[in-house]
Each structure stands twice: as C-alpha cells, then as structure tokens.
C-alpha cells in the first residue's frame, strides 16, 4: 500500500465510522472489517504513517452534541479487537496462558447493535449513556428506561454499580418498524443495528417506546462489591439471578477445544436467534488479569472479538417474481434452489432493480453465489457465466404493473421502475394514508386503521371514493366501520371540511413522486390552477424556481396518464379546490433555498423557523448545496459537516438573529 492509498483508505473508513454512528451504514461489516485489518498492516509496516486521529486509535465517531447532553464516562468504554482467524484466537489465549497458565474464558455472542452503559446507586439506575467517542457519549436515560429489558429499579441495593451492554433490535420489531415506514411513506431503515442507534438517539422516549428496543448486559465496569470484581461468568449471574438483568449468552472455557467448539456453536446459531450477531467476544474470566493484556488506546483489555467469515453457496434460478411494495415500486424476487446459509435455509433473494440484474447478468436458469448479508438477510453476489445454460437470456422488468396493468415509468437518474397510477391496489393504503395526512388534506378521525377496514369492506378502491362515503352514512354507522353514530359523523364532518383545503395540500395529496408540501406549494403558485398544471410542458414546469427536471418530469408523466386525469375530473365533481389562493405574508424570500441546521433559541423550533421562511416564499433543503442562499445556523463556528460544506462553496452562514435582520433589510444579505 502505496501512502496516497493509506490516505484515501483512512479517509474512507472515517466517512464509514461517521455513517455507522448516525445509523446510515454504507458498506457490510466485513467489506469494513478488510478496510480496518488493510489500515492496520499498513501501519504496522509504516509506524510514521499513523496519527493520533487514525481510526486504527480512535472510537466510534464524534458525538453528536446537538442531539442530547453530554457525558464523561466514568469508565472509557473502548471497543473490541477483531481477529478472522481461529489460529489468531488460539494465539491470544496461548498469550495469556503464558502469563497465567489458570486462566479461563468466557465465550459469548457479539450482539451487533450499540453499546450503552447503565450507572445505579442506592438500587436506581441513575444515568444511561451511549459510547460515542469511547471518553464521551450521550445521556439517554429516559430512552433506555423505556426499553423493557433496562431495570430502572433493582430489587437489592448491591452498592454502587455500572454496567454495560448492548442495545439491539430484533427482527421481529425491525420488521414491524419498517412496515410503518413504507405505509407513511418515509425512508426505512437498512437493518436493526441502524434502526436501533437512530431510535436510542431519539428525542422523544415515546418514540423509542413505539419501535422497541432489547438490551443484553455483557459487562461489569464498576463496582464496589468484592464478588462483582473477581469472576466475569460470576459476576454476570449475580447480575441475572439477583438482579434479574438479561445478561449476554455465553459458555466458561478451560481448553482451546473448548473455546473453539463454542465459537462454532455460536456461528451455527446465525440466522436462528431472532438478532444479529456479529462475531464470537473471548473474555478473560478474572477479571483481575485482563489489565495485564491491554490492546492499544481504541480497545479494552481482555477481550478479544472473532469475526465469522460470510458463508456463500452456489444455486440455481427457478424463477424470478415481480411485485408491487406500497410505494408502487417494482420489486423482482429471485426464486433458486434452496440452500442452507447460516443455519436457516433461503431459497429467494431480491434483485433490487433492473440495473442490478443487468449488472450482474441474471437469468432464469443462471446459476448465482449467494450469501447472507449481516448474516441474516439473503442476497446475490454474483452469476457464475461459465454455467449459464444455453439460450439464457438477462431478465427484464415488465413495462406494464402487474397489479394494475398501467404502463410503469422510470424516473430520470434513478434506478427504481415504478407503477405511478394512484388507484392500483398495491399501493392503495399507501396512497390513502398520504391522502389525508397533516400535511396534504388533513382529514382527522381517517387513520390507518379506518382506512384499511374501509378497503377490505370495498368501501375505498381510489382517493376520490373518500368523498363519496358521506352517501354511505347510515351503512357505515349500521355495520360500525369508522365507530357509532357520533364517531362517524366527525369523520364525514372532516371529509366535507377538507374540500375547502388549499390545492396545494391536494397536490401534495396525490403523492406524485418528488412532490413534497413544499415544491407542491411553489408549483401550484406558479401556475395558479390544477387545468394549468395539468397541461404543462417539461419546459414550462422546469421554468418554475427550485423545481428541476427529473420533478418536473414526474409532474408531466403523472397528468398524461388518462386514469389520473380522470381522478382530478372526480375530485373537482366533489367540490375540491382546484385554484390556488396565495396567501403568503409577502415574497421576501421567494427563489431562495435556505439548510437550517443546530439549536434554535429565537423560533420555538426548526419546524417554526421553516414555517416563517416558507411563508415569505422561501424554500427549505435538507443539505447544502450551490443552490443554497444561507445556512442557518446559531453556531457558524461548529465543525459540522453542513458548516463544512457551506465554507466550501462560499454559501453565508447566518446566526437566527442575522437571517431576520436580513428578511427585515428586504433580503440583501439572506442570499
């Protein structure tokens, strides 16, 4: 490895680091694990190289400050070293036999989520914290005691005590957090070690409450009792029996073949135990040895962490399914011949997208090596060419939905084929649930679950049919869908209300893809009328101020389509409003794009500062980009990846107090 390849490889796992830490994982953990164990060989061939803030010396990443109080651990909480081999293992043991031929080890899962260490005094816990940095985390005290597994009150007092663990999501919960996520149309979460360190971090303990989280104790950090402080395995069981902490599965072992036979046993359990693991921690039993083996500044000592190797097999392709998620994307399935990965048994795997089947060239009848990433979830790594059969061919996506039979669209730059119609049934619950949503026609009393006893009852099968359930009213009190009399009332009181509603919040409402609240807002003032916007060109929409082509695109190939101009036809028989009324305070602000980003102390909240910046007919982004007039921020000076990026490109930072003196100058200085 060349120097200039130690730098791009140093800066790569920092940007990893970073994006693990705020739960957007960019890369496999062991496409990681080979960047680390790279950086780790280099270094060691060229000591020069390393620097104090090389993430071979550091942990975790910086911690976000702007999200909870901060906190100086009492005890650093270091990570882990990894080894991928066996005979690596043996060599630490053997290492620290040499030292202390009595030693014994304590073999344990490695559960991937994120760790958090629990402080208690007089029997109550009385702080939670995040690693974070490993010197420094954040207090999530009402968020962990809302996990069920965390005793916010011990039976006994055992004195002063810290302890640390690791927090996790099962499948079972990521599931059901995900499937909520698609229904309300927002992004979902890659897997539950990211969905568990964004809902740890959360704000709001309810949230956290709602999505679920687990907690295994894996260590004693602290404490004052002598029997705590000898025995690892002991100590864990005090915790368990006594306290009745869930403690971290794990197996005491005196020999190598007893070390290794419990690593295999834990490996053979991937896929089986409802959680990910990520590798097999050997732990030093007493506790008093394991200063004596220390690993460096980045990990603790004592413990060593064994990274299972990804399985892979070679099957063949039966068949390939193509259905339709709630977003109206096309999802291809590969169906293959089944084969045992981790302990389960698979026999289909997602193509994600017509780019990745042509990518990797896949047919039915090609035989494919697939694995399990995370070691859980099934995915296809490759097609093996040399066995594809003759007359095999790549397969394609078809043009039409398979639900609906409506042509399919391709967004311009995106991978993702899609059927765009608002009435196919795929996608209907979706589509409703927007529909009537706060932020388009705000119809209260309709919620999830009104709205899907409605479509299995055949009451709903389009937006439009909303408005026609007030003819329904006695049917609907007399067989109790939306409630009795009084509750069904409300719910046709909203519709009927909702009429009046902006058209705006309709076009938000019919969930064309790009369209938010805010470029709904921007377009429909542009053109004034839905009939304007509806015969719109590209170029005419593209005119518009922050809508660029691939929105206007959407907007375009949405109104072509004979079966949603038919839709708007019904909602204007139904009495909606289809022209739009500006009421913005003034245009101060309009064709400017302003990031908001920290604390605000003059506004209430981001949301409240939005809301004055989107009632001037300004724009709110979500990142920096040249585009951007300003970037708010009442701290110019922080470090902050937004900061950074505004600095860059030259873009104004302004302070809360700044940006209003600005609006009130007439906008000279807010970009």
Known sequence: MTFEEYGETVRKVKAYNEAYEAAHEKVTDYEYDKLMQSLKEAEQEHPEWRSADSPTQTVGAPVRRKAGVTVRHDVPMLSIEDVFTKEEVLGWVHGVRSLHPDAVFSVEQKIDGLSMSIRYQSGRMTLAETRGDGETGEDVTLNAAVIPDVISNLPEDPGPLEVRGEVYMTWKDFDRVNERQELLGKRTFANPRNCAAGTLRQLNPAMTKERGLSFFVFNVQRADREDLTVSHTAALSFLRERLGMHTVPGTLCRTDEEIIDAID??????????????????KIDQIAYRSEFPAGAKYSAGHIAYKYPPEEKLTVVRGIEVSVGMTGRLNPTAVFDPVRLCGTTVSRATLHNQDFIDRLHIGIGDTVIVYKSGEIIPKIRASVPDLRPAGTRDF??????PVCGQPVVREENAADIRCVNPSCPAQLERHLINFVSRDAMDIKGLGEENIRALIAEGYLSDIADIYDLRGKRDELIERGIVGKEKNTDKVLASIEASKHQEADRLLTGLAIPNVGKTSARTILKAFGTMDALMNASVEELTAVPDVGGVTAKSVWDFFRRDANRALIRRLRDAGLTMTEENAAADDSLAGRSYVITGEVHVFGSRKELGAFIESRGGRLAGAVSKKTAA?????????????????????PILTEEEFLASVNEGGRHAG
């Open 265 to 282: 046993r834990i490996g053979e359990l991937r896929g089986t135990l409802g959680y990910d693991i990520d590798g097999a921690v050997v």
């Open 631 to 651: 970037l708010i921020n009442n701290d110019p000076a922080s470090a902050s990846g937004k900061n950074k990026k505004a600095k860059e490109l030259g873009i």
């Open 396 to 401: 394609r996506l078809p043009d039409t939905c």
